[in-house]
């Protein structure tokens, strides 16, 4: 035995109840997130019904990409989805953070409560409630009727459904408006008190301090979301009743994707939209970070903005 | 020092504890489960077949049954994942919807070669047949189908209108429904737009000439016909007389269906429905057959089993399966147990057992299934793979003609092409 190997298997053991107390991550890392991607990775250049053995088709799952039309729609609707509920829902999350941070009584409270839909919103239960609030006869029609306007079903015509689904997303403000309440703790006052003195009104201390300082969060936050949102299925997979319509206006990329797998048996194809999602998640949030350093202001970085 | 080694080992012991039992994780299921059975359905289902399995258990003290109870849209995803790890229950409930997908795949157990203990004498001829596939048996109907119109008696005859015979026809429908609509007004129908349900198109196309798809899974309609068909449900759409696309994109369950909520009187599914709708309604709903061609045959229907008891080809009991799938069919407590839960029953004696009211929704379901058995045409092969998927394209196009961002023509267009794809793959 060499000296080397001594020193190898020394260290090895030395690190032994380090492995230890990792063993319950490795195992769940390899178990259940790397070896099942890796398969859906081999399962995506197969034709692979689930009930017989997969079959290699090379790049045939994704050359169809290019001519299912479905799945076009279902890209061009979760687009439209993410390019809408990410910056209203951060708007208004920062709009209530920015007045909850005023100092009012009780503030505990009324954070509590905003949060609420956050931890109920992505449930089963709100997407059925959805469903009725937003029908033809539900409540927002009830109220419309009021003021002498007949909606229509806006959950079940094409030109509404999504909306309602992005008005779902908004709703669920409370997660970044939390992280944004923090992070507006984090703004020392005696800035503030600065810009007022030279005179700065409530919106250029508002443009000029408070978004600049707090840049970083809103990144975090715009990232999370954005990745979030993509993924999002039970919304639309509850209000369309896991049909995606009417006529596919609200056929998220990830029910797709389910309906291939677990309603056509097409587990090959779905698992190229996996890693076709993967990617699109992956570009964004690269784009994210690219754009990164034109808006987000670092304190490290003397002058900030570059 | 030792307290270290030993508390050092404890900790390795703990992480190879947990590897251990992840990977045993994988092993679940099974082994000493004994007979597992599983089916979809609501809580009724639940209950019937609870109390049947109780019954084949109280006869066979050795037999150990495991239930595994779900929602018909939960029951897929399970069943699929459960077969393609091996461990598929060993008697489970089929659709016809999924039957061929996993006939042709090799899940389902050919009854043929254990079938000695299952006696399918007094099934409905068109029932024992169906769970045939290229000579081997790979399922045992469990209940007897066929279309039926549902019609609101009480909101008809308020406005003076009749409610109609078997043998009545298209154009009929849509007189009925065009006086309905003038007559009630606010908001009512004259029927539910079936424009979309491809089910009730088969009809229409067998009484056209063609099944909807040829035995070997290929479409069979033509082109013209499912234009026509889409052209007569979008004329009534335009004029009112069916309600718009975002009325039927909201009513698609039972409960919410254009039928229970009083909006229109008409409505067409599968006849054994109607004991689902009654109990919804207060008004007093009748069960007629699907609108005719000129000939006023009901040819066009046919009767079949819609759902299976399948075997599992893995099942390592397949003559305890048999005994039970027997037991369900055939012995007096399974079918007082089971009653109309799972459909009309598939043999004269069971229905003739049950001695079902006349005057109840199953009473006239069934009084309809004796009615039309002897008059319709054959029975289609049984559905092509895919068939689940062009049930909703069908939908999805008809809807498309409902908001304006199609037509017949084009909607007809696209089924067909959709339907040779989905086949052909």
Same mark, same amino acid.
């Given at each position: 035995m060499t000296a080397g190997a001594v020193m190898t298997a020394a260290r090895l053991r030395a690190s032994l109840p380090a492995y230890a107390f990792l063993a319950p991550w490795i195992v769940g890392m390899l178990g259940i997130t790397l070896g099942p991607m890796l398969l859906s990775l081999y399962y995506s250049f197969t034709d692979y019904a689930l009930l017989g053995d997969p079959r290699w088709t090379g790049w045939d799952n994704y050359a169809r990409l290019l001519t299912d039309e479905r799945f076009h729609t279902s890209l061009r609707v979760t687009v439209v989805y993410v390019a809408l509920s990410v910056p209203l829902e951060l708007a208004f999350a920062l709009l209530v953070a920015v007045v909850l941070n005023r100092g009012l009584r009780g503030l505990a409270a009324?954070?509590?409560?905003?949060?609420?839909?956050?931890?109920?919103?992505?449930?089963?239960a709100v997407a059925i409630l959805w469903r009725q609030i937003f029908g033809r006869d539900g409540l927002v029609n009830d109220v419309l009727a009021l003021v002498g306007v007949d909606g229509p079903g806006w959950v079940s015509s094409p030109e509404y459904s999504l909306l309602t689904l992005v008005v779902l997303r908004v709703w669920q403000f409370g997660a970044p408006m939390v992280i944004f309440l923090a992070g507006l703790r984090q703004i020392p006052?005696?800035?503030?008190?600065?810009?007022?003195?030279?005179?700065?009104?409530?919106?250029?201390?508002?443009?000029?301090?408070?978004?600049?300082?707090?840049?970083?969060?809103?990144?975090f936050n715009l990232v999370l979301q954005t990745i979030g949102a993509f993924q999002a299925f039970t919304p639309a997979f509850i209000v369309s009743g896991g049909t995606g319509g009417p006529s596919d206006s609200t056929l998220f990329y990830t029910l797709y994707l389910y309906q291939r797998a677990f309603g056509s048996f097409e587990m090959g194809y779905a698992a190229a939209l996996a890693w076709v999602l993967l990617l699109v998640i992956g570009v964004l949030t690269g784009l994210n970070f690219l754009f990164r350093r034109y808006w987000v202001f670092t304190e490290d970085e003397p002058g900030g903005v570059r | 020092?030792?307290?270290?080694?030993?508390?050092?080992?404890?900790?390795?012991?703990?992480?190879?504890?947990?590897?251990?039992?992840?990977?045993?994780?994988?092993?679940?299921?099974?082994?000493?489960?004994?007979?597992?059975?599983?089916?979809?359905?609501?809580?009724?289902?639940?209950?019937?077949?609870?109390?049947?399995?109780a019954a084949f258990t109280a006869g066979h003290p050795d037999a150990q049954l495991a239930a595994e109870r779900a929602a018909f849209g939960d029951y897929w995803d399970k069943l699929a994942t459960q077969a393609a790890g091996g461990q598929a229950p060993d008697v489970f409930r089929m659709s016809m919807s999924y039957f061929t997908e996993y006939g042709q795949r090799g899940a389902l157990l050919d009854l043929g070669e254990v079938a000695g203990s299952i006696r399918v004498g007094d099934l409905d001829p068109s029932v024992a047949d169906s769970g045939t596939v290229d000579g081997r048996v790979l399922g045992i109907g469990q209940s007897t189908i066929t279309?039926?119109?549902?019609?609101?008696?009480?909101?008809?005859?308020?406005?003076?209108?009749?409610?109609?015979?078997?043998?009545?026809?298209?154009?009929?429908?849509?007189?009925?429904?065009?006086?309905?609509?003038?007559?009630?007004?606010?908001?009512?129908?004259?029927?539910?737009?079936?424009?979309?349900?491809?089910?009730?198109?088969?009809?229409?196309?067998?009484?056209?000439?063609?099944?909807?798809?040829?035995?070997?899974?290929?479409?069979?309609?033509?082109? #013209? /016909?499912?234009? $026509?068909?889409? *052209? !007569?449900?979008?004329?009534?759409?335009?004029? =009112?007389? +069916? %309600?718009?696309? #975002? /009325?039927?994109? $909201?009513?698609? *369950? !039972?409960?919410?269906?254009?039928?229970?909520? =009083?909006? +229109? %009187?008409i409505h067409f599914g599968w006849v054994q429905q109607a004991t689902f709708y009654q109990p919804l309604m207060r008004d007093v709903l009748e069960v007629v057959a699907v609108p005719a061609g000129a000939d006023r045959s009901?040819?066009?229907?046919?009767?079949?089993?819609?759902?299976?008891?399948?075997?599992?080809?893995?099942?390592?009991?397949?003559?305890?399966?048999?005994?039970?799938?027997?037991?369900?069919?055939?012995?007096?407590r399974a079918i007082r147990a089971v009653g109309v839960t799972l459909g009309i029953p598939p043999s004269e004696r069971a229905r003739s057992l049950l001695g079902v009211d006349p005057a109840s929704a199953a009473g006239k379901a069934i009084a309809l299934v004796d009615a039309v058995s002897g008059q319709v045409g054959p029975s289609p092969a049984p559905w092509p793979r895919g068939y689940g998927e062009l049930q909703e394209t069908f939908q999805r196009l008809s809807d498309e003609i409902g908001f304006g961002q199609s037509d017949p023509a084009r909607a007809a267009a696209t089924f067909a092409d959709e339907a040779d794809r989905v086949l052909s793959s």
């Open positions: 009324y954070r509590a409560i905003y949060y609420l839909p956050s931890l109920l919103g992505g449930s089963v006052d005696d800035v503030y008190e600065a810009a007022r003195i030279d005179g700065a009104g409530a919106v250029a201390r508002f443009v000029r301090i408070t978004l600049p300082l707090l840049s970083p969060i809103i990144f | 020092m030792t307290a270290h080694v030993i508390g050092r080992r404890g900790f390795l012991g703990l992480g190879a504890g947990l590897l251990a039992a992840a990977t045993a994780g994988c092993g679940f299921g099974g082994a000493d489960a004994g007979l597992r059975v599983a089916w979809y359905g609501g809580a009724p289902v639940h209950e019937a077949l609870d109390a049947a399995l279309h039926a119109g549902f019609v609101n008696r009480t909101q008809l005859e308020a406005l003076g209108l009749e409610v109609p015979q078997r043998g009545w026809t298209w154009d009929e429908l849509a007189d009925l429904a065009r006086s309905f609509t003038a007559a009630a007004g606010d908001g009512r129908y004259g029927t539910v737009d079936a424009g979309g349900i491809m089910q009730i198109f088969d009809v229409y196309a067998r009484q056209h000439g063609t099944d909807l798809f040829t035995a070997d899974g290929a479409l069979a309609v033509g082109r #013209d /016909v499912i234009e $026509e068909w889409f *052209t !007569f449900w979008d004329a009534l759409r335009r004029d =009112g007389v +069916a %309600p718009p696309a #975002d /009325v039927t994109t $909201e009513s698609r *369950t !039972f409960e919410t269906s254009t039928l229970v909520t =009083g909006r +229109a %009187p009901p040819a066009g229907q046919f009767v079949t089993a819609l759902d299976f008891w399948c075997v599992s080809s893995e099942t390592g009991e397949a003559e305890r399966a048999a005994q039970l799938i027997d037991f369900l069919l055939n012995d007096d």
